[in-house]
Every structure is written in C-alpha cells, then in structure tokens.
T-cell receptor, first 113, second 111 residues
C-alpha cells in the first residue's frame, strides 16, 4: 500500500537554528498538509497546500514557518529560528482529492534544546 | 469550527464488537464525517468516512444517524491491535479539507 514517507524520524536541533522536515507524499495525491502534535496533546493543523500554493494555514503557522514543494515529489516544512516550544511530532499528510481519507506519514520527532 | 463530542475512554474485550459513539449536532449539510485512529507513537491512520449513508470497509463500519447529528464507528471484532485513540472529525465541506482533531476516545482492548 502506498505510504507517505517522512525524514528524518528524529531531529535534535539547538534553539535558534533552522530545520527542514521532509516528506514524500503519495505520487498521485494533490493535497498536502502538515500537522503537529506536542507530547500528550492534540494533533494540530498547521498548513494545507494545493496547486503549488498554501490554501489554508492555522494561527500556529506564523512567519517562522514555510512550506515548499521544490521538485514535484518532496514537500518540506521549514522552521526558521526554532524555539523550545516547537518541540513536537510533525506529521505530513496527503490526499488524492477531497473528500477522501488522508494518508499520514509516521512523523518526525523534533526536539529543540 | 464544527465540533464533535466523544467519550474520553472505552474498554472492550478482544473478539467482541465495539461501538464508538460521536455526537456532532452542529454538522452542516456538506460536512463529511471522518474517523481516524492513532496507535501509540504513530501518526493518525484513516479508518472510514461518510456523508449520509452508512459505510463499510475492511477496517470498520460507520453508522450515521438519519438526522446526521451523531454517528457510530463499529469495529466488528476488536483485536489487541485496535487499541488506539479514535478521532471523529467533521471535514468541513467548504474548506480545503483541514482536519480539526479533538481529544478522541481512547479504546482499550482486554485479552
């Protein structure tokens, strides 16, 4: 069964550094998303991406965040100047068309120290 | 945001059916009802979705009330691997499809 692949599985970074989280969505999917889950808390929506542009974003997705689909297969989330509170599991998801079900990746655990 | 209400936790015995309820009294006509589950230390996993009619797939069944204000996810024979947090989510019809997760129902399965 096709999968959404995320790399790395775990990343440790120092506060203030930039990180890039990578995702390879399922190849024929059109809609892409990033979610995060702080330990012990709910899964939170960050951003949705369609037709090479952001379609919706949450209040969490401020100027320190950006997304890109650089080459038609990868979908990246960049966090500039990381903060301690950015420590979380980050999940990428993709969807072939609305309103079908989403496929989530297994996540990247980001630890900011 | 359209909200859902689920019990915090439920218990089931292995091999028995499980009925996970969800209330969504503010649902609008174009909102889809999605169910996902999250096993420990894993990403959310799609289970099933529906609009008005009951739905079946290899994982579960979804029973939707006639007024659409509630739904029930049915696992026909619970296994230990079904122990997870189950989320009932309304995917808003007018949106780009963002899922707003609640706290879900933590299902425990006893051998």
């Amino acid at each position: 069964e096709p999968e959404v692949t995320q790399t790395p599985s775990h990343q440790v970074t120092q506060m203030g550094q930039e990180v890039i989280l990578r995702c390879v969505p399922i190849s024929n999917h059109l809609y892409f998303y990033w979610y995060r889950q702080i330990l012990g808390q709910k899964v939170e929506f960050l951003v949705s991406f369609y037709n090479n542009e952001i379609s919706e974003k949450s209040e969490i997705f401020d100027d320190q965040f950006s997304v890109e689909r650089p080459d038609g297969s990868n979908f990246t989330l960049k966090i500039r100047s990381t903060k301690l509170e950015d420590s979380a599991m980050y999940f990428c998801a993709s969807n072939p068309e609305l309103p079908r079900g989403y496929t989530f990746g297994s996540g990247t655990r980001l630890t900011v120290v | 945001d359209a909200k859902t209400t689920q019990p915090n936790s439920m218990e089931s015995n292995e091999e028995e059916p499980v009925h996970l309820p969800c209330n969504h009294s503010t649902i609008s006509g174009t909102d889809y009802i999605h169910w996902y589950r999250q096993l420990p230390s894993q990403g959310p996993e799609y289970v099933i979705h529906g609009l008005t009619s009951n739905v079946n797939n290899r994982m579960a069944s979804l029973a939707i009330a006639e007024d659409r204000k509630s739904s029930t996810l049915i696992l026909h024979r619970a296994t230990l691997r079904d122990a997870a947090v189950y989320y009932c989510i309304l995917r808003l019809g007018g949106s780009q499809g963002n899922l707003i997760f609640g706290k879900g129902t933590k299902l425990s399965v006893k051998p």
